[in-house]
């Protein structure tokens, strides 16, 4: 069955430093997402993205975070200048139609020291 | 606004004994709901969905969900609980939308479901 696929699944990056999460979404699916994790709390949405363009983005999601899908296979979050409050786990999500859930791949664990 | 309440953070059940995890959502339109699982240090699996069609969902090992509209409300339940069931289940719901809809998913805050032998 097709995966969505996340990688690194660990990253250690310093405070202040920039971050690039990727992901490979299930191939023939059009929607894409991501939520992160904050240890011992809920999944939280963080944005959407649709037809090359973000479609809809929480309050978290702030200037500091940018999102793209540059070859048509990748789908990337970068946050620029991490913060401790950025440790999480992030989750890429990715579905194709309006009837079908999201997929979930397994996350990268985000650890800033 | 859309939004989900879990009932009990913890859920403790002996083996073999019936496994019920309490879910109830809001929302100004029809949803659709979802039950993920997350075992530990693992990402969310799907467990089942709801999208209008059957009222009483059927989802993989052995769960299976009961949308009642009336009582806004989407519980799991497992007729006999297996060691390997622990892990921590989160209820979700998602707008419908069109088709260019992104509808984000909003998560329940989660269960921590555990098996005593």
């Known amino acids: 069955e097709p995966e969505v696929t996340q990688t690194p699944s660990h990253q250690v990056t310093q405070m202040g430093q920039e971050v690039i999460l990727r992901c490979v979404p299930i191939s023939n699916h059009l929607y894409f997402y991501w939520y992160r994790q904050i240890l011992g709390q809920k999944v939280e949405f963080l944005v959407s993205?649709?037809?090359?363009?973000?479609?809809?983005k929480s309050e978290i999601f702030d200037d500091q975070f940018s999102v793209e899908r540059p070859d048509g296979s990748n789908f990337t979050l970068k946050i620029r200048s991490t913060k401790l409050e950025d440790s999480a786990m992030y989750f890429c999500?990715?579905?194709?139609?309006?009837?079908?859930?999201?997929?979930f791949g397994d996350g990268t664990r985000l650890s800033i020291l | 606004a859309q939004s989900v309440t879990q009932l009990g953070s913890h859920v403790s059940v002996s083996e073999g004994a019936l496994v019920l995890l309490r879910c109830n959502y809001s929302s100004s339109v029809p949803p659709y709901l979802f039950w993920y699982v997350q075992y530990p240090n693992q990402g969310l699996q799907l467990l089942l969905k709801?999208?209008?069609?059957?009222?009483l969902v059927k989802g993989i090992n052995g769960f299976e969900a009961e949308f009642k509209k009336s009582e806004t409300s989407f519980h799991l339940t497992k007729p006999s609980a297996h060691m390997s069931d622990a892990a921590e289940y989160f209820c979700?719901?998602?707008?419908?939308?069109?088709?260019?809809?992104?509808?984000?998913?909003?998560f329940g805050s989660g269960t921590r479901l555990s098996i005593r032998p």
């Open positions: 999500a990715s579905r194709n139609g309006q009837n079908q859930p999201q997929h």
């Open positions: 993205f649709y037809n090359n363009e973000i479609s809809e």
């Open positions: 979700a719901v998602s707008e419908r939308g069109g088709y260019s809809s992104a509808s984000k998913i909003i």
């Open positions: 709801y999208t209008s069609a059957a009222t």
